[in-house]
């Protein structure tokens, strides 16, 4: 089975950082798009960034230019590296990964959820 942990969340002032990191372990073939997502309390779930297989990244409007995401494939891992932290980014922040555990199927897997919490 794939399961996906998450570590890096916590509290942290306005103006800091946090990397945020997830790691799939289990049966993996090999993994296409990796991403990000996080829920604040009473708001949808949204996208924050992801990557594709190739590289290719894509953000937010509310976090370009202040998150970076990247992926080492031989980890089977993608790390969310925040920086200039404002008050709104406080949500739980969940990883994503459409893992391919054979060649042949696919399926989505969530994190467990890390809580970020921006606050003096």
């Known amino acids: 089975q794939v399961q996906l942990v998450e570590s890096g969340g916590g509290l942290v002032q306005p103006g800091g950082s946090l990397r945020l990191s997830c790691a799939a372990s289990g049966s993996i073939f090999s993994i296409n798009e990796m991403g990000w997502y996080r829920q604040a309390p009473g708001k949808e779930r949204e996208l924050v960034a992801d990557i594709s297989g190739g590289g290719r990244t894509n953000f937010a409007d509310s976090v370009k230019g202040r998150f970076t995401i990247s992926r080492d494939n031989a980890k089977n891992t993608v790390y969310l590296q925040m920086n200039s932290l404002k008050a709104d980014d406080t949500a739980v922040y969940y990883c994503?990964?459409?893992?391919?555990?054979?060649?042949?199927?696919?399926?989505?897997?969530w994190g467990q959820g890390t809580q970020v919490t921006v606050s003096s």
């Open positions: 994503n990964m459409r893992i391919w555990p054979t060649r042949w199927t696919n399926q989505e897997y």
